[in-house]
């Protein structure tokens, strides 16, 4: 049996996470028992709607957060133990962040080059070794001809991939990508994404894409989705080859925790008006989860046939044994029952009363 701890040898370890935010004389709970394991070298997407959790699960790998309660371990640096200035070191060598927001990644006096050398000059890198490392990664995002621009005449792309150039500066382990599309048209999206796969394939860095879009979860190998601050599915990818071709194979996981809670989809639930509580039933190689109808469901044929069996074998009696006497009828009590009033007649007409009123 394998006593390793959870996520041993992982670059991600969330275990039991919890984040409650305090607002006026509210407790609002962001995370609640989250677990989640990202190996080294992994393409992810983290999914889910507004209010699921996923940027306060972002928030807390990328050290600008701490979480209330449970373990949340990046690259060894467990962060609920992190003090400022190990937190600010944490940030500057071990984590990239992409924004949504263009502007929020570079700034808007420095050219594309000079941008990519600021963290690098941050961590007290020379400046010649400034100068390669900034002039091979904006020639892997395609833009060693858009060096000395600064970010306002480059298009809102040009930006994006400038600042996943900025990202990776300091070869971090992991980049953590907030929304990188969401300004983006298709095409630019797409171009985006092929060079956060190059990244991954060709430098080897961990990404982690948090997106609401369930669309970007088909440029990843793994999606998982967010609910109610857990993680509730796993979308897998996988490439295979037939006679047609390679094509991508998705299959889609239900997450179980350490305690054995599972997540069912919305969609499932629906369609099986799931309510309260399940039947469960262990097969040899499954489970099966069905409706607690027992209230109203009829008996299986099975169920009858045995229903049958066991009332005629009452009724019959064993041999020697004496025969069933009939209960008696139950007492009579109708004699002592009070007569029903009868209803009053109708009061008679006016041309059946005499003149003094009488009838």
């Given at each position: 049996m394998d006593a390793r701890p959870v996520g041993d040898g992982a670059l991600i370890v969330c275990d039991n996470l919890v984040k409650i935010y305090k607002v006026a004389d509210l407790e609002v709970v962001a995370l609640q028992g989250l677990d989640l394991v990202v190996e080294p070298g992994e393409f992810i997407a983290l999914v889910g709607a507004s209010g699921s959790g996923k940027s306060t699960l972002m928030n807390i790998l990328g050290g600008l957060d701490v979480p209330s309660a449970g373990r949340a371990v990046v690259d060894g640096h467990v962060l609920a133990e992190m003090g400022r200035a190990e937190r600010t070191a944490y940030r500057r060598r071990v984590i990239g962040f992409v924004w949504q927001q263009t502007a929020r990644n570079l700034l808007p006096y420095l050219t594309a080059r000079q941008n990519v050398e600021l963290p690098m000059l941050l961590n007290g890198k020379s400046r010649a070794d400034r100068q390669r490392r900034a002039t091979e990664l904006l020639e892997r995002v395609g833009l060693a001809d858009r060096a000395d621009h600064r970010?306002?005449?480059?298009?809102?792309?040009?930006?994006?991939?400038?600042?996943?150039?900025?990202?990776?500066?300091?070869?971090?382990?992991?980049?953590?990508?907030?929304?990188?599309?969401?300004?983006?048209?298709?095409?630019?999206?797409?171009?985006?994404?092929?060079?956060?796969?190059?990244?991954?394939?060709?430098?080897?860095?961990?990404?982690?894409?948090?997106?609401?879009?369930?669309?970007?979860?088909?440029?990843?190998?793994?999606?998982?989705?967010?609910?109610?601050?857990?993680?509730?599915?796993?979308?897998?990818?996988?490439?295979?080859?037939?006679?047609?071709?390679?094509?991508?194979?998705?299959?889609?996981?239900?997450?179980?925790?350490?305690?054995?809670?599972?997540?069912?989809?919305?969609?499932?639930?629906?369609?099986?008006?799931?309510?309260?509580?399940?039947?469960?039933?262990?097969?040899?190689?499954?489970?099966?989860?069905?409706?607690?109808?027992?209230?109203?469901?009829?008996?299986?044929?099975?169920?009858?046939?045995?229903?049958?069996?066991?009332?005629?074998?009452?009724?019959?009696?064993?041999?020697?044994?004496?025969?069933?006497?009939?209960?008696?009828?139950?007492?009579?009590?109708?004699?002592?029952?009070?007569?029903?009033?009868?209803?009053?007649?109708?009061?008679?007409?006016?041309?059946?009363?005499?003149?003094?009123?009488?009838?």
């Open positions: 970010p306002d005449h480059l298009s809102g792309g040009e930006q994006q991939r400038t600042a996943i150039a900025v990202a990776l500066a300091n070869e971090p382990a992991v980049l953590f990508a907030d929304e990188p599309t969401g300004e983006l048209d298709t095409t630019t999206a797409h171009e985006v994404f092929d060079v956060l796969r190059a990244a991954n394939h060709e430098l080897g860095v961990t990404i982690v894409v948090v997106t609401h879009d369930p669309l970007v979860s088909d440029q990843v190998s793994r999606t998982i989705a967010i609910r109610d601050g857990r993680t509730s599915t796993e979308t897998l990818r996988r490439r295979a080859t037939s006679e047609q071709g390679g094509h991508v194979i998705s299959e889609e996981y239900a997450v179980l925790d350490k305690v054995g809670r599972l997540q069912l989809p919305h969609s499932y639930v629906e369609a099986l008006g799931l309510a309260r509580r399940v039947r469960l039933v262990l097969e040899p190689d499954h489970i099966r989860i069905m409706p607690d109808h027992s209230r109203y469901a009829e008996p299986s044929p099975q169920d009858a046939a045995s229903k049958v069996a066991t009332t005629q074998a009452a009724a019959t009696p064993a041999a020697g044994a004496p025969s069933p006497t009939m209960p008696e009828a139950p007492p009579d009590y109708s004699r002592y029952a009070r007569p029903v009033p009868k209803a009053p007649a109708d009061p008679p007409s006016a041309g059946d009363r005499d003149a003094g009123g009488r009838s």
